[in-house]
Each structure stands twice: as structure tokens, then as C-alpha cells.
């Protein structure tokens, strides 16, 4: 039977095509839709939607649409999503994990590197004319051979990253909830303290719930040793962003590589005026095939409720 989907954002790839197949499909051309009585108007009386991760899916919303069965988020992330309210409305939410994990991992390497060996601050200083000749004690880095990365959250993109450790000599630690028995890769369980404070580089791979919101906030920076590095890859709330800042100020830590921001699209006005930090806006996963496979992946949830079949990537099973 075809119902009515609204997806809030035009879509790479097929994702849009699939869901034409068989339904009714409306799609929101224009400004991203960051507030609930704009998502409201747009979703109104559709049976699914196809969301991205800044579409606010709150109680009001999910309230103030009551044809709903589905929310498909075209993000491994589901925090923009109210799944207590989702739970107790009946209303299936799904994820796009797995299609985004090497693309993340690699994005995140980029920032370890970048960040580690200042390679901003070399890109900033060759296109404002800086540069003139080679001089051995220019733009020094830290190496990392050798020393400890810390995992923090280790998931599927925390062992991607991880793997990728050996690669650069590193030895990994990793924290998460429980200690796992036989970790893949092979790592060390530390507690998140003895994590930060063993860590010559922290990488941040957890979910954003209330656990986790302010994970490092400034007496767990400060835990880190001196010239350390942090790097964001997850979600921008995680760090406490003034404390990173005042942290940072006092030359506590040697950097910070962040793709992820408290309140995006805003970045701290701190940040932006440090040479140690390395900022990307938000693109961990952005490349044409994994968000289009983040995208059909997405469609393929939604069809599969729509049919009445569980959804391969479910978040929450009403
Ligand atoms: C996600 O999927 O949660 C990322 O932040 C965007 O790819």
C-alpha cells in the first residue's frame, strides 16, 4: 500500500528512487530544518521521515505528527532523536551504522595527523607568504611512535581507529562502559581517568546521551599529560568547549584536532583564534559513496517498515 514519506533534504544517490518505487515521496528543498514547528510543518501527516542529524525529532514533534511509524536518520548518531518519546509512541527509529565506519576512521587519523604535526598552521603560513626555504626547526610537530592512543568509546569506529594505530607505531588503550574479553583489535582497558591521564593522544568515539554530555570537562583535560592531544570525531558536546579553551590557553595540551562542535554550526570564538587546533566542520563521514550508502541505507530502513519486515538498522523496536 503506498504511504507518504517526507525526507528533509535532498539525498545523494539512489536513496530518493527507492522510496519513489513504491510511495508517495515528498522532499524539502532549501534551508536545512533546525527547529520543530518547521520540521512539524513539513512532516505533518506523512507515515515516515527521512531525517539528517540538525532535524530536531522531539516529543512536540513526534506528538504533532501522528501518522508516524518510522523515523529513518541518515546518521549513525540518533541524539537529534527523542527515542523514549519514539518508544512510547510506537514509532520505529532507525540509524545508518556500519556504511560511515572506515570513512570516520580515516577523517579522524587526518585530524590526529594534522593536529599532531601542525599542518594548518603550515598551510596558513605558506599561503600568507610565510615561507622562505627549509629551516630545521620550523613548524615542529610531536611524533607519536611509540606512544599511547587512548579510545574513548570503543565501538565500531573506535576499533576502526584503533587498527589503524599500528599502522603508526602507536599503542592503544581504550575505556568503554564494560572491559571487553577479547578486544579486536587487541587493547588495554583502562578506566576513562588512567585513560586520559596515560594518553600521549585521546580520541573521542562515544554517543552523545546524558552519560557522556561533558565527558571532558576541565578536571579531566587537565588529567591529560602535558603536550597531549584530544581529538572530536563523535559529537561536539562531549568536551566541555570553554574549559578546552582555558586548557588550551595555559599550553596544558599541545592540541586539538575537533569535526564535531557544542553548538554547531557555532564554534567557540576561543578556538577559532588558536593555531593549535585543527577544525573541520563536520565531515567525518562525507564522502560521495559512504553518504550515499549512509542514504540508502536510511531508504532501506524505512521501506522495511513501511512493509511490515524489521528495519536492518533499528535504533528503537516499538
Ligand atoms: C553521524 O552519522 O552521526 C555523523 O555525525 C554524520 O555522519
Known amino acids: 500500500m503506498q504511504r507518504h514519506i517526507a525526507v528533509t533534504s535532498k539525498l545523494p544517490g539512489r536513496a530518493v528512487a527507492m522510496l519513489e518505487e513504491a510511495h508517495a515521496v515528498r522532499v524539502h528543498a532549501g534551508d536545512p530544518i533546525t527547529d520543530e514547528d518547521r520540521l512539524i510543518g513539513f512532516v505533518g501527516e506523512a507515515d515516515a521521515v ?80 610565510g615561507f622562505h626555504g627549509w629551516a630545521l626547526e620550523m613548524l615542529l610537530g610531536s611524533a607519536i ?45 583502562l578506566t576513562l581517568d588512567e585513560l586520559l591521564a596515560t594518553s600521549h593522544v585521546v580520541s573521542l568515539h562515544a554517543p552523545l546521551d546524558d552519560a557522556t554530555r561533558h565527558l571532558l570537562d576541565e578536571r579531566r583535560l587537565r588529567l591529560m599529560p602535558k603536550g597531549s ?46 593555531d593549535d587546533v585543527v577544525l573541520l566542520p563536520h565531515i567525518g563521514s562525507a564522502t560521495v559513496e559512504t553518504r550515499a550508502a549512509m542514504a540508502e541505507l536510511a531508504a532501506a530502513n524505512i521501506l522495511a517498515v513501511l512493509a511490515g519486515r524489521e528495519p536492518p538498522t533499528p535504533v528503537v523496536r516499538p
Open 50 to 129: 527521512l531525517t539528517l542529524l540538525q532535524n530536531p525529532v522531539t516529543d512536540r514533534v513526534l506528538a504533532a505528527c501522528p501518522r508516524l511509524r518510522v523515523v529513518g536518520n541518515c546518521a549513525v548518531g540518533f541524539d537529534n532523536v527523542d527515542l523514549v518519546s519514539a518508544r512510547r509512541r510506537g514509532i520505529w527509529v532507525t540509524n545508518t551504522p556500519d556504511v560511515l565506519t572506515e570513512a570516520t576512521a580515516d577523517l579522524t587519523w587526518a585530524l590526529i595527523l594534522a593536529v599532531t604535526r601542525r599542518l594548518g598552521e603550515g598551510e596558513r603560513l605558506l599561503r600568507g607568504g
Open 145 to 189: 611512535q611509540g606512544r599511547q592512543l587512548g579510545v574513548v568509546g570503543f565501538g565500531r569506529i573506535g576499533r576502526a581507529v584503533a587498527r589503524r594505530a599500528a599502522a603508526f607505531g602507536m599503542t592503544v588503550a581504550y575505556t568503554d562502559t564494560a572491559e571487553l574479553t577479547a578486544p579486536d583489535p587487541p587493547a588495554m582497558f
Open 229 to 274: 592531544f584530544v581529538v572530536n570525531t563523535a559529537r561536539g558536546p562531549l568536551i566541555d568547549e570553554a574549559a578546552l579553551v582555558r586548557v588550551l590557553a595555559d599550553r596544558h595540551l599541545g592540541g586539538a584536532g575537533l569535526d564535531v562542535f557544542e553548538r554547531e554550526p557555532e564554534v567557540h570564538p576561543g578556538l577559532l583564534e588558536r
